[in-house]
């Protein structure tokens, strides 16, 4: 019986507390609805309608008043019936039916990134931080939040078309007037859809009779931009390359992306006529030239004395080249001596290069100085020698006695001229143009930038590259690059290296890298950065292309 007492106490104390509980809460009365959705900030850098980024926006309306709510985002691929959750806002007030208080949730970075498909999104409305669903709205209310296409940034690569304009031959030299060049230029314009990209050419050729083209040349690389004329680029096919016997010859041009040894697209015989039967032939089958060469001027610009001596480390050594008639393809030889000296040494000889009559848009010039040989502190006489593409004699010559501005010209050393009085640092370092084809984070190709800096002044450097495994203590040389110069803080003077094709390619592997600064013909130490300097010398991800 005391039992039963007990229990009856227990049920009148649940009764009255159930009687004294507080009134509802008017807000559970309150109607909750999502007015609106929709899309905006889309990206879809390949064009394909699947976006790796999409903005969506809701308008969250309330009956009465203002409110608290929490939206949470789910999803599910197009066709299947289980959603996910994709994200949850943080608590955000709505105030009546009011437009203003819209909000929107990115889908795609930095929220998570959707593989390549189609999804359904819906909405569902929480008051506050509470698990009741006040309201939901999917694709049944909206259809714009159905069967909408999604993929990750790496499958939204922009499909990238490369093409070969035109090719072309100017600068043709033909002596004995049979239609056989010893010597012409080949020109193209390489094309791209969209954007700068670096790549390299290579060229092949074959007899006209044959079926197999055989490499000629390979370019350096170099930028191409969209359909601009800007960026073509020229080979010579003679002197100072191979020269070609006497025949008709047809020609191949193969563009490869920068790091890549798959070529994007070729140019031959087959696809452009100014490729096929071209005639050449050896310059000892060409006979002899007619044409008279000038010197027409010499000066100097561009000199860096940073010490105010009147010696200079480097100054620019200007000429201009006439000839008696029409366009020819010559190159320069350029000798020095100290002006008590009686006796001429060679400085530097030039590529090829064109001169048209009497010109003065083809005037060139020579960097005296670094980075070129360096001259030690004293005066200096110059003798300038002109020769024809592919030949060896002489066909003009200018030295002091014709043009006084190569007489007794003052230079000194570098460190003769306060550089080891100055400070250099490495202001910065980064990465650019990374290539990675099949998206695993490790990269065939990346170009290494970086920004050296020095106090005061001009001065010539060149950059020692060091690589090494993450997990090792031991660097090995990369690259060394020529030398160039800074100027101050300048950021003008950046400059890049190739990590990959056409330089070492490295394992699939992470590296740590170092950079240093040095003088040219100098072995000091200006100035260091590794990871502990710089983070993004640290921890880099490579791989083979062929691991690509």
């Known amino acids: 019986m005391r ?40 990206v879809d850098s390949d064009n394909d309608g699947y976006y790796q980024y999409k903005e969506l926006n809701f308008d969250v309306d309330v009956s009465s008043g203002s409110e608290l709510v929490t939206v949470k985002v789910y999803y599910r691929v197009s066709g299947t019936t289980t959603y996910s ?24 970075a930095p929220n998570t990134e959707l593989a390549h498909g189609t999804y359904d999104f819906m909405i569902k409305v929480f008051r506050g931080t509470s698990t009741t669903v006040k309201a939901e709205y999917g694709p049944d209310d909206d259809s714009t939040l159905g069967q909408v296409g999604i993929e990750s940034s790496a499958e939204d690569t922009p499909s990238v078309i490369y093409s070969i304009y035109n090719a072309w031959w100017t600068n043709e030299v033909d002596n004995d007037a049979d239609y056989y060049y010893q010597y012409a ?20 050729y074959k007899s006209s009779s044959s079926s197999v083209y055989t490499e000629y040349y390979t370019t350096p690389e170099f930028d191409i931009t969209e359909s601009a004329t800007s960026d073509e680029q020229w080979v010579s096919i003679g002197s100072p390359n191979l020269e070609l016997s006497h025949g008709l010859y047809d020609f191949r041009i193969e563009l490869f992306p920068a790091g890549s040894l798959t070529a994007v697209v070729t140019a031959d015989a087959e696809d452009d006529g100014d490729l096929s039967s071209e005639a050449f032939e050896f310059a000892a089958e060409d006979g002899e030239s007619t044409e008279t060469y000038t010197v027409y001027n010499a000066w100097w610009t561009d000199a860096v004395d940073n010490d105010s001596d009147g010696y200079t480390w480097g100054r620019n050594l200007n000429m201009d080249i006439d000839c008696s008639d029409g366009t020819h393809d010559i190159y320069v030889r350029l000798l020095y001596k100290t002006s008590a000296s009686g006796s001429y040494t060679e400085y530097f000889t030039t590529g090829v290069f064109s001169i048209t009559d009497y010109s003065t848009g083809d005037a060139i010039w020579i960097a005296v100085g670094s980075p070129n040989a360096e001259l030690s502190n004293s005066t200096y006489d110059f003798k300038i020698e002109v020769y024809k593409s592919g030949g060896s004699t002489v066909m003009v010559m200018a030295d002091p006695d014709e043009d006084s501005d190569l007489n007794d010209i003052a230079f000194e050393y570098v460190i003769e001229d306060g550089a080891l009085d100055q400070s250099f640092t490495v202001y910065n370092s980064w990465w650019t143009d990374s290539v990675d084809s099949d998206f695993d984070g490790y990269d065939r190709y ?103």
């Open 446 to 548: 990346a170009k290494l930038t970086s920004d050296i800096d020095v106090a005061s002044g001009i001065y010539p450097v060149s950059l020692k590259i060091w690589y090494k495994l993450a997990t090792s203590t031991t660097y090995t040389t990369y690259y060394t690059t020529p030398a160039y110069k800074i100027s101050n803080s300048s950021e003008a003077d950046e400059i890049w290296v190739a990590i990959g094709s056409p330089n070492t390619e490295l394992s699939h592997n992470i590296y740590d890298f170092k950079v240093e600064v040095f003088l040219p013909h100098n072995s000091g130490v200006l100035a260091s950065s590794d990871k502990n300097s710089d983070s993004d010398l640290g921890s880099q991800p490579f791989e083979y292309s062929s691991e690509d």
């Open 185 to 204: 230029r080949l020109n193209f314009d390489a094309d791209v859809s969209s954007g700068t990209h670096t790549v390299y050419a290579k060229i092949g």
């Open 85 to 108: 959750l994709y994200t949850t806002t943080p608590e955000f007030e709505i105030t009546d039916y009011s437009y203003e208080d819209a909000k929107w949730v990115a889908i795609g």
């Open 3 to 42: 039992h039963f007492t007990f229990g009856l106490l227990a049920a009148t104390i649940f009764v009255i507390s159930a009687c004294e509980k507080s009134p509802s809460d008017p807000a559970d009365n309150l109607e909750y609805s999502v007015f609106e959705t929709w899309w905006d900030t889309d």
